[in-house]
């Protein structure tokens, strides 16, 4: 199961930054952080990972906490193309299956 | 930028047919999975295979699914006698050793 939280849904206003939270509680020392997105019935498609410090790549930023407890998927300028429902997923990092949660959709807003 | 291919794209198939999902992973990944999605409904894993040999299956995959490499570049999923409750998105994912790269995806709808 799923061993993350997050909101079912959120708005953003094009332009603006989107700030995407995610609880992950139970996470252990050698689980990662990944970032997925699902536009439409696309297959997902992958946006970032980290193991405790941030990253930033040219999608996207992720912040997690010094705890390691929760993390925050940030999309700098949000466009209406950014409208997908958004996955973290936590899981060791090598072959192991992606256990996907129910996600949240993000309505970017002209 | 190295894609996971799929196809078909739209397969429809008579209840009790069998049916072969075909998939490219990247060329030097090593790790290869399936992946389904009912509409509306969460992206489910079946089967992780490594080595040439199934190495994780979840509960959905039963004795009427079976997976391949035939010949080194193509990794299918075969439902041997498909059901009304097999019609869904089916994905294809590939990794080296971090992150998956996952295919468009075949919707399969069995009638």
């Known amino acids: 199961d799923a061993k993350t939280t997050q909101p079912t849904s959120m708005d953003c206003a094009e332009g603006r930054a989107a700030n995407l939270p995610c609880n992950h509680s139970t996470i252990s020392g050698n689980e990662y952080v990944y970032w997925y997105r699902q536009i439409h019935s696309q297959g997902p498609q992958y946006i970032i990972h980290?193991?405790?410090n941030n990253e930033t790549n040219e999608m996207a930023s992720l912040i997690i906490t010094e705890d390691r407890k929760s993390s925050t998927l940030i999309l700098p300028h949000a466009t209406l193309r950014d409208t997908a429902v958004y996955y973290c997923?936590?899981?060791?990092?090598?072959?192991?299956?992606?256990?996907f949660g129910t996600g949240t959709s993000l309505t970017v807003i002209p | 930028e190295p894609e996971v291919t799929q196809t078909p794209s739209h397969q429809v198939t008579q209840m009790g047919q069998e049916v072969i999902l075909r998939c490219v992973p990247i060329s030097n990944h090593l790790y290869f999975y399936w992946y389904r999605q009912i509409l509306g409904q969460k992206v489910e894993f079946l089967v992780s295979?490594?080595?040439?040999?199934?190495?994780?299956k979840s509960e959905i995959f039963d004795d009427q699914f079976s997976v391949e490499r035939p010949d080194g570049s193509n990794f299918t999923l075969k439902i041997r006698s498909t059901k009304l409750e097999d019609s869904a998105m089916y994905f294809c994912?590939?990794?080296?050793?971090?992150?998956?790269?996952f295919g468009s995806g075949t919707r399969l709808t069995v009638v």
């Open positions: 997923i936590v899981r060791f990092n090598t072959g192991n299956q992606f256990y």
């Open positions: 295979f490594y080595n040439n040999e199934i190495s994780e």
């Open positions: 994912a590939s990794s080296e050793e971090t992150g998956y790269t």
């Open positions: 980290g193991l405790k």
